[in-house]
C-alpha cells in the first residue's frame, strides 16, 4: 500500500495488534485488533474494528476507527494521523476513548478512558 495508507499489519506500545485489511476509495477500512491488555479479566479475543481516513492528496492522512470488543462490553474510539519520517517509517500517532459499561448510570462519570498510543508497521 501507499505510504502512510493504513493497509496491512500494525503493533503498538503495548504490544497489541491491529491488521487493516481492506479499505475503499472513499477512505473507509476495516479489520481486526489483538489487545495485549485489558480492564476486564476476560479472556482476550480479536475484536472487529471499521474506520475511515482521509483520502484526498494528503501524504499524512488523519483516521479515525471503532473496536467494538469481541470479549466485553466496552467500546474503543481512536483518532490520530499517519506520520513518515525521512527514512520512510510510518507512525501512527493516536488518542483513544475506552468506554466500559457500567451497570449504573451514577457511575457513569468514571466510564471513560483517555490515553496515548503509537503504533508503527509490524
Ligand atoms: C493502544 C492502547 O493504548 N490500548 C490497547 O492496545 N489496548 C488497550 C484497551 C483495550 C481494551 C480491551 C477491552 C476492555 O478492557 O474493556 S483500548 C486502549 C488500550
Given at each position: 500500500p501507499?505510504q502512510c495508507?493504513?493497509?496491512?499489519?500494525?503493533q503498538?506500545d503495548?504490544?497489541?495488534e491491529m491488521n487493516i485489511s481492506?479499505g475503499n476509495?472513499?477512505?473507509?477500512?476495516?479489520?481486526?485488533?489483538?489487545?495485549k491488555?485489558?480492564a476486564t479479566h476476560?479472556?482476550?479475543?480479536?475484536?472487529p474494528?471499521r474506520?475511515?481516513q482521509q483520502m484526498?492528496?494528503?501524504?499524512?492522512?488523519?483516521?479515525?476507527?471503532?473496536v467494538t470488543?469481541?470479549f466485553?462490553?466496552?467500546t474503543?474510539v481512536?483518532?490520530?494521523?499517519?506520520?513518515?519520517?525521512?527514512?520512510?517509517?510510518?507512525?501512527?500517532?493516536?488518542?483513544w476513548?475506552l468506554r466500559?459499561k457500567?451497570?449504573s448510570?451514577?457511575d457513569?462519570?468514571?466510564?471513560t478512558?483517555?490515553?496515548?498510543?503509537n503504533?508503527t508497521?509490524?
Amino acid at each position: 500500500p501507499p505510504q502512510c495508507s493504513l493497509l496491512g499489519l500494525w503493533q503498538n506500545d503495548l504490544g497489541s495488534e491491529m491488521n487493516i485489511s481492506a479499505g475503499n476509495n472513499a477512505g473507509k477500512f476495516f479489520g481486526t485488533y489483538l489487545t495485549k491488555v485489558s480492564a476486564t479479566h476476560k479472556p482476550i479475543a480479536v475484536s472487529p474494528l471499521r474506520g475511515s481516513q482521509q483520502m484526498g492528496n494528503v501524504k499524512q492522512p488523519t483516521f479515525g476507527f471503532t473496536v467494538t470488543w469481541s470479549f466485553t462490553d466496552s467500546t474503543t474510539v481512536f483518532v490520530g494521523q499517519c506520520f513518515v519520517d525521512d527514512k520512510g517509517k510510518e507512525t501512527l500517532q493516536t488518542m483513544w476513548l475506552l468506554r466500559k459499561k457500567v451497570d449504573s448510570i451514577e457511575d457513569n462519570w468514571q466510564a471513560t478512558l483517555v490515553g496515548t498510543n503509537n503504533f508503527t508497521r509490524l
